[in-house]
């Protein structure tokens, strides 16, 4: 089965940092884009960053901009975000997403990890 | 910055048809996306490239675009349609994409 699980996670105080990531199975990770996405407790879907095949290119939301790092390392069919400088309105559930081949849809999505951030 | 605004809630009876639209307030030069995400699970994709619906959709869900405004419709809705939904797209192609702020389905 094409499955993407995420993990990283956790309560962690305003000013940390936390390395979430998320490992792919079922599916050649080294062919396809990928992105991060999040949804604080009660709100909308929110998207975080986008990384090339190659990690040639990345896009980053301005939100997040300078304070989160996308990477990747498709030996080990992983995606990683690297959270720093957390704030309490970072609290959210936070999703990796396959890109849609030709297309800036997500087919697959993880469940999602959640990260709190106390204050 | 780059907008898509949905209306916050829609109501339908069963068997009826739901209409879901995504609005931007410029005309936009990327398809629109749809994900219907039931409480406590991950979103999942119901229409690509505005009107292409991916494998294991059920037919009764499809898109539309015209001008600034998308549509999800959901013919014959049913109690399992129950559920958030958002629209996706993107201001220039993989740069700064865009949710809508989800419209809540309620089946009465």
């Known amino acids: 089965d094409v499955q993407l699980v995420e993990s990283g996670g956790g309560l962690v105080q305003s000013g940390g940092s936390l390395r979430l990531s998320c490992e792919a199975s079922?599916?050649?990770?080294?062919?396809?884009?990928m992105n991060w996405v999040r949804q604080a407790p009660g709100k909308g879907l929110e998207w975080l960053s986008y990384?090339?095949?190659?990690?040639?290119?990345?896009y980053e939301a301005d939100s997040v901009k300078g304070r989160f790092t996308t990477s990747r390392d498709n030996a080990k069919s992983s995606l990683y975000l690297h959270l720093n400088d957390l704030r309490a309105d970072d609290t959210a559930v936070y999703y990796c997403?396959?890109?849609?081949?030709?297309?800036?849809?997500?087919?697959?999505w993880g469940r999602g990890t959640m990260v709190a951030v106390s204050s | 910055s780059y907008e898509l605004t949905q209306p916050p809630s829609v109501s339908v009876s069963p068997g009826l048809t739901a209409r879901i639209t995504c609005s931007a307030h410029v005309l936009p030069t990327q398809y629109t996306y749809w994900y219907q995400q039931k409480a406590g699970q991950a979103p999942v994709l119901v229409i690509y490239?505005?009107?292409q619906r991916p494998s294991g959709i059920p037919e009764r869900f499809s898109g539309s675009s015209s001008g600034t405004t998308a549509t999800l419709i959901i013919n014959g809705v049913q109690a399992e349609d129950e559920a958030d939904y958002y629209c996706q797209s993107a201001a220039s192609s993989g740069i700064s994409v865009v949710f809508g702020g989800g419209t809540k389905l309620t089946v009465l």
């Open positions: 997403a396959r890109d849609l081949v030709g297309s800036d849809g997500f087919d697959v």
């Open positions: 990384i090339s095949i190659t990690s040639a290119i990345i």
């Open positions: 079922g599916f050649d990770f080294s062919r396809f884009e």
């Open positions: 490239k505005d009107s």
